[in-house]
């Protein structure tokens, strides 16, 4: 397959709360420089309703994307008509979102004579370490910790992803958020529940490490929920006082499960480098205990900019680029903008 080199690509993402877009160059088969991105977060919108409410999601990334596609555009010094790719989420998420930024992205290609590329967003998350100061070298494991998906993958290179291992219920994102939740501590659950941990002590209660002990490398976190609700039930008018204790409890449980697989999936494939990506790697226990691990063992990790932890559109920018450098994929004119909101990361072809 011709690899395609030096290319100005345009990224979008729209996947679930977060209108990104940004744009990088291919450098040869250096890892791609990201040229300018811009971000709306449309938390606060959300916050009202304790969650994503998807149909306002949709409607805020139709608002929002133009603007900031032509705000990335002027700050990188480039136009429209000089970008060859236009690259955007084609999944996992929630369809109407997805289909705004798949619309966008497709209907841009179009104009422009231009070809555009469906990205998974997990292959984003995992490859946005690549923009770091620190950048990583394949092959390493991969820890991805998001809102929705907790795994663990042997990386060999850019496509070459095997699962390793990953959660049967919820996800680690989605556990800092639901026992945020029911300790009314609002919606993003996980940056709340860590600061409030801060304040806390992480030994006061004994709350489950599901399957830490299971012998292979997948989660569970269901039970953990459950675990936290019964003891705020417990607690009743004592929750308000030792809320920042319950809060380090719930989140050196996580931790602890995290790190101990992530040991366990480096023992196993005798690789020395781990690249921990997705919205709970911004956690700052998670890096810490993480980091104190791996120093024993000279094991290196590596980490997406604080940044470019959460859904971003430079991840998908650069995720496109690296996939059209590496020869991976082609970029196409098919502008069927057909998104795929269940889409497993080892069935992109
Ligand atoms: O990767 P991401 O932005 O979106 C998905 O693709 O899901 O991850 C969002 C998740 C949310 O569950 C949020 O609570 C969690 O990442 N998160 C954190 C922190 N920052 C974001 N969890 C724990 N500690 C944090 N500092
Ligand atoms: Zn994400």
Known sequence: MEVQKNLLVLGIESSCDETGVALVQSQGSGV????????????????AYGGVVPELASRDHIRRVLPLTTGVLNEAGRSLAEVDVVAYTRGPGLAGALLVGAGVACA???ALGKPVL???????????????ADPPEFPFVALLVSGGHTQLMRVDGVGRYELLGETIDDA???AFDKSAKLMGLGYPGGPALS???LQGDPAAFKLPRPLLHSGNLDFSFAGLKTAVLTQARKLGDDLEARKADLAASTQAAIVDVLVKKSLTALQETGLQRIVVAGGVGA??????????????????VHYPELHLCTDNGAMIALAAAMRLQSGQQQANRDYAFD???????????
């Not at 420089?33 to 916050?47: D, F, G």
């Not at 469906?118 to 995992?126: A, N, R």
């Open 195 to 197: 600061r409030l941990a």
């Open 118 to 132: 469906g990205v998974h967003h997990l292959e984003g998350h995992l490859l946005s370490p690549f923009l770091s």
């Open 108 to 110: 841009l290609g179009m």
């Open 283 to 300: 956690n700052r226990q998670l890096r810490e205990q993480l980091d104190a691990a791996c120093a024993k063992r000279r094991v290196r």
């Open 32 to 47: 791609p420089a990201l040229l300018a991105h811009a971000l709306h977060s449309q938390i606060e919108m959300h916050q």
């Open 172 to 174: 680690a994102g989605e």
């Open 339 to 349: 998104v795929k909101p269940r889409w497993p990361l080892n069935a992109i072809g």
